[in-house]
């Protein structure tokens, strides 16, 4: 409808303003959290915005979001259909999501995933057999349920069977400690906090060494003899 004003001679137009429909033009990948530990849960979820800048009611005409994460292995769907995901690896993740019916493809989102708690504990040595004297190298190292290494073991204890009394007051994660006494040892690193842990130990042997003194004495306890004896 048209309206004209007479005395001012102004043309009016009363028709109503044609909507025009908003435009899909960016995909924003979400993560629940940018950290997670591995074998927690995360939910992925993507977002589309319209021209308009706001975040538009998601089209089930759109179809399902695909995800692209990098790299392609370490880590696991819970539930693909709803985006819940989980880590195994212990590394950096690059997320995008992607709107194929629109064209759209999100800017990548970091995730981390970190160790898990500790589950496993392995002694490693550095050689299995020594001579008295020598010193011994071990370490520690400690790993999630799903392999990967956690770095910082804190404060671990050393123990062996039979005892060697040096160890007491070992409490890194590297030993280095010279073994006087021959035998055969068995090496365990523990966590004093970490009761349940499953533990590797390592066994190492110690020989005598080179003599360090010669002795000569008779051995019938004579210490005089005649001729021809």
């Known amino acids: 409808m048209v309206l004209q004003d007479p005395d001012q001679e102004i043309i009016q ?22 950290a997670t530990v591995a074998g927690e849960l995360n939910r992925l979820s993507c977002l589309v915005y319209g021209d308009n800048g706001q975040v538009l009611p998601f089209d089930s005409e759109w179809g399902t979001p695909r995800y ?7 880590w696991r ?3 693909e259909e709803v985006g819940i995901i989980f880590g195994e690896k212990a590394q950096q993740y690059e997320v995008k999501c992607l709107i194929p019916s629109l064209g759209l493809r999100s800017e990548s989102e970091p995730w981390l995933v970190q160790p898990a708690s500790l589950q496993n504990l392995i002694t490693r040595l550095t050689q299995e057999l020594y001579l008295a004297g020598e010193t011994i190298n071990a370490q520690c190292e400690g790993f999630d349920r799903f392999g990967n290494q956690i770095e910082d073991l804190g404060s671990i204890e050393w123990l062996t069977q039979p005892d060697i009394e ?44 080179l003599p360090a003194e010669l002795r000569v004495f008779f051995a019938s306890g004579r210490q005089v003899f005649s001729i021809g004896d």
């Open 13 to 34: 137009d009363m028709r109503p303003f044609a909507e025009v429909p908003v435009q899909a033009v960016e995909a924003v990948v979400k993560l629940n959290t940018e």
């Open 68 to 74: 692209d994460i990098r790299p392609l292995e370490g």
């Open 77 to 79: 769907w819970d539930d």
């Open 166 to 209: 040096q160890l007491i007051s070992a409490t890194d994660s590297m030993l280095s400690l010279p073994v006087t006494q021959a035998g055969t040892y068995e090496l365990t690193c523990i966590h004093p906090d970490t009761a349940n842990a499953d533990l590797s130990p390592s066994s190492f042997s110690v020989q005598p060494n």
